[in-house]
Every structure is written in structure tokens, then in C-alpha cells.
Nanobody, 128 residues
Framework: QVTLVESGGGLVQAGGSLRLRCVASGRTFNNYAIAWFRQAPGKEREFLAAITWSAQYTSQADSLKGRFTISRDNAKNTVDLQMNSLKPEDTAVYYC?????????????????????WGQGTQVTVSS
């Protein structure tokens, strides 16, 4: 069983930065891609960024315009999301998710259904 735990959320003023962390445990993650999504009240879950565990392939939502950066530390089984120039519209619950890409004929990083495990989320609130 895979467990994902997010941390690092909180309240920040517009223009500020936060660094979210996802800690993965339960098995080896060589075949797993890890992604970050967010969900604001009344909206669908939105893809932000993804990274494969060993190939260092990354994908990012075009709408972020480079404000967010995903990185991972294999030794610690962590994936971070650095968020800069935060805006009030970034307010949401942020989730990390894991996908065993070896079990999928096609891995589409933006598709919620591609992910096998989800964390419980961390709240990010950006004040104006």
C-alpha cells in the first residue's frame, strides 16, 4: 500500500511563496510518476505538474507560466512543489498523487484517472 502525505500549505500574501512537500512511503517508487493537483471549492481537480521517479521527465500545466517548479529527492522519497508569485486564485487544496506508469499502456500526466494513490491534501490560502 502506498501512502502519500502532503505538507507545507498555509496562509500567504499575494506575491509570496510556498514550498509543498509530498512524502511517499510503502514501496519502492522506481516505476511511479508523482504529480501535484489542486482543487478549489466548486471546481474540478486541476493538474499542476508531474515528475517521473527515475527518468526525470517533467510536465507542467501551461497556465502556471513557470511560477511553479516540481522536483524530487529519490533518497528521501519526496516530491516538492515550489510555488512563487502566488495569487489569490491559487487558493485551493493541493494534492499529490502517484501513478504506477509500468502498469499503463499510456501515461497521461494531466488525467486524474491515471493516478492510483492520492494524499489527503494540504490547504493553501493566498490573501490579497
Amino acid at each position: 500500500q502506498v501512502t502519500l502525505v502532503e505538507s507545507g500549505g498555509g496562509l500567504v500574501q499575494a506575491g509570496g511563496s510556498l514550498r509543498l512537500r509530498c512524502v511517499a512511503s510503502g514501496r519502492t517508487f522506481n516505476n511511479y510518476a508523482i504529480a501535484w493537483f489542486r482543487q478549489a471549492p466548486g471546481k474540478e481537480r486541476e493538474f499542476l505538474a508531474a515528475i517521473t521517479w527515475s527518468a526525470q521527465y517533467t510536465s507542467q500545466a501551461d497556465s502556471l507560466k513557470g511560477r511553479f517548479t516540481i522536483s524530487r529527492d529519490n533518497a528521501k522519497n519526496t516530491v516538492d512543489l515550489q510555488m512563487n508569485s502566488l495569487k489569490p486564485e491559487d487558493t485551493a487544496v493541493y494534492y499529490c498523487a502517484a501513478s504506477d506508469v509500468s502498469r499503463k499502456s499510456i501515461y497521461s500526466p494531466k488525467a486524474v484517472t491515471n493516478y492510483d494513490y492520492w494524499g489527503q491534501g494540504t490547504q493553501v490560502t493566498v490573501s490579497s
